[in-house]
């Protein structure tokens, strides 16, 4: 997510933008999620929900976004995400660090932020609502694959330490958007600790595990066993491969997506045995994908809930397996905003709420 090398793997406060027209007179296109105006509102942008902006009071926002059920694969309800145009694909300034941070070349803005919005209509269509970053100043190309810097609980927001460098901010972006939508930070990695959330998968809701690799430390996933062990919430470590070395992007998340209670995508070769001994330990059965697609992100595949899953169209061998088995497969296409930064839809996506 967000990385090189091998592909990895609110509410308003009181007023908003009045129209969707709006969006179509501002060029943006009449599903484009339009940020907050008047100032001092939290940095939030419109929901919308099966189709249509919603608006919440703020009393039940706080209450909806109490938990997240500690699940990868409950029924998605809410989500955040940040599009190319907030995470500045478009601005020269940031375009031009594209190979400092990994990227196979110059990103396609428009491009870009066409796939995103389709990303953003199958997730609607799913019935999430979705709540989008506003800009800042301190975001990179990175920050469009949102998923890596927060780890939404049942007890508050952790806030990550990113093992690439100027994915850092990030975290404390999310913090304040959390936070403003009362979710409260429960805690943060600090120094010298460092993790990202691609790295983590809840396999129930008492059991959290985390791959060790290039992005999360040892000292990372200690100060995660340390604070979720005083919450009942026991932490396993995964050992992941070198891959192609430090440059590369390598989370957990690009070899295993967990597509219900029972089932998980995974890129078998590349998991250690005692990964795939502790699954199989705990009653997951194996889809492989097809290898052919491996570096399309194949195993990089979104559960959206009661079977349904949403995935990139170019990896049609592997969607046909799912569909095989029994899943409702979405697709939308993720040439250029997936595969330029190794990220697909699990790290476009940081799910805040699952039923």
Not at 269 to 277: I, M, R, S
Request: charge should be neutral.
């Amino acid at each position: 997510m967000g990385g090189s090398g091998l592909p990895s793997f609110i509410i308003r406060r009181d007023r908003f933008f009045p129209s969707r027209l709006a969006g179509t007179a501002l060029g943006l296109g009449a599903h484009h999620i339009l940020p907050a105006l008047l100032l001092p509102c939290p940095p939030f942008r419109l929901l919308r929900k099966r189709g249509a902006y919603k608006f919440p009071d703020m009393a039940s926002a706080v209450t909806a976004t109490g938990s997240n059920g500690h699940s990868m694969v409950g029924r998605l309800e809410r989500v955040l995400v940040c599009s190319p145009r907030t995470a500045g694909w478009d601005r020269p300034e940031r375009v031009g660090r594209w190979r400092e941070l990994g990227f196979l070349h110059p990103p396609d803005s428009a491009n870009a932020q066409s796939q995103h919005d389709a990303l953003c209509r199958e997730l609607v269509a799913a019935g999430a609502e979705v709540v989008e970053l506003l800009p800042a100043p301190d975001l990179t190309l990175d920050a469009v694959y949102v998923h890596d810097a927060s780890l939404a609980t049942d007890f508050g927001l952790i806030v990550m330490r990113p093992g690439k460098a100027n994915r850092v901010p990030e975290g404390e972006r999310q913090r304040w958007f959390c936070q403003a939508a009362g979710i409260p930070a429960l805690a943060s990695v600090v120094s010298p600790g460092t993790a990202e959330a691609g790295d983590m998968l809840w396999l129930d809701a008492h059991t959290l595990l985390i791959g060790r690799g290039q992005r999360t430390n040892a000292e990372g996933i200690r100060q995660m066993r340390d604070l979720l062990a005083a919450h009942g919430v026991e932490v396993l470590a995964a050992p992941l491969p070198y891959g192609p070395g430090p440059a590369a992007c390598l989370h957990l998340m690009s070899l295993i997506s967990l597509l219900d209670e029972q089932t998980a995508l995974v890129d078998l070769p590349w998991l250690a045995v005692e990964t795939v001994e502790l699954l199989k330990g705990c009653g997951y059965r194996f889809i492989e994908i097809d290898s052919s697609e491996r570096h399309t992100l194949a195993c990089n595949v979104l559960a959206l809930g009661d079977r349904r899953l949403l995935a990139m169209e170019e990896n049609r061998l592997t969607n046909d397996r799912l569909r095989a088995a029994g899943f409702d497969v979405r697709s939308f296409c993720g040439r250029e905003l997936c595969l330029n930064g190794s990220g697909g839809p699990t790290c476009l996506t940081r799910p805040l709420r699952r039923g």
